[in-house]
């Protein structure tokens, strides 16, 4: 995954925090049954939450690595020779 993943996955995070709050703390409805718009509301906050840190994970996490492929082809007596190499790069820091 690559960065612009992380700050999608943090800029949805922030949206449901901040309609989860508002469900939490902002509505006042007294409803007979088992649907109550406070519970939805903090369980929008949290999965919020967690969607945040995610994004902020995969965003540190993101882009530090790089894969670099080379291919070189041969002409030979027989036909065409294809050589396929890869190398990858992982930062240490």
């Known amino acids: 995954m690559n960065r612009g993943t992380g700050t999608g996955l943090m800029g949805g995070g922030?949206?449901?925090?901040a309609i989860g709050a508002?469900?939490?703390w902002g509505v006042t409805v007294n409803s007979a049954g088992w649907f109550n718009i406070s519970?939805?509301?903090?369980i929008l906050l949290w999965i919020?939450?967690?969607t945040l840190l995610l994004g902020?994970?995969?965003?540190?996490s993101g882009g530090r690595s790089r894969?670099?492929?080379r291919e070189d082809v041969h002409s030979t007596p027989t036909g065409s020779e294809r050589t396929l190499e890869s190398d990858e790069w992982h930062a240490t820091s």
């Open 14 to 17: 922030i949206v449901l925090i």
């Open 22 to 24: 508002v469900l939490y």
């Open 39 to 42: 519970n939805i509301g903090l």
């Open 48 to 50: 919020g939450v967690g």
């Open 56 to 60: 902020a994970i995969l965003l540190i």
């Open 67 to 69: 894969t670099t492929t």
